[in-house]
């Protein structure tokens, strides 16, 4: 019986410190789903608000283990004056991979794009994005390999509020 408790108590606080495979912060991420195979890159989109739409964070509608995620995909449309990406991964060149945390605040080795990351984007001479801004949504794809965003809302005070929308159809 002892052995028992010891497992379950062992079971428990290694399930529950499992630390997030995607950290989103202001200023920087961290995707542990990043490799060197098939999965290595990012997208990174400052949203607004559609006309007439209001989204609160603190409504009913957010609360809970699993909120609302249609409010936010549906009143919330691209800032096409930030919309920046990476892909590190080319068969055609070197490029650098995406590993470990990446900044959007520091140069880490590489230019990012404007626009989406697999076509319709221009090279830029822009290392550094600079940190996400309060009172500001943003979208995050191409995170794994399947239809996955991370919206995140940093509010006032410089808090990120997180909402993941899985779009997979399995």
């Not at 995607?22 to 999965?39: F, L, T």
């Amino acid at each position: 019986m002892r052995i028992l408790i010891i497992m379950v108590t062992i079971v428990f606080f290694t399930s529950c410190s499992e630390e997030p495979k995607i950290v989103i912060a202001k200023d920087y991420i961290i995707n542990k789903h990043w490799d060197d195979e098939r999965n290595n890159a990012i997208l990174v989109e400052r949203m607004k608000l559609k006309k007439d739409s209001v989204l609160n964070i603190f409504s009913s509608d957010f609360k809970g283990e699993i909120p609302n995620h249609w409010n936010i995909t549906n009143k919330l449309e691209v800032d096409s004056t930030f919309m920046y990406s990476y892909a590190g991964l080319n068969s055609k060149e070197d490029r650098v991979k995406l590993k470990g945390k990446i900044f959007f605040n520091k140069d880490n080795g590489f230019y990012w794009n404007f626009g989406n990351t697999y076509y319709g984007h221009k090279k830029t001479d822009k290392n550094v994005i600079g940190s996400l801004e309060n009172n500001t949504w943003y979208k995050f794809s191409d995170l794994k390999t399947i239809a996955y965003y991370v919206y995140v809302y940093i509010d006032g005070e410089g808090k990120v509020h997180r909402f993941n929308v899985n779009m997979s159809n399995y």
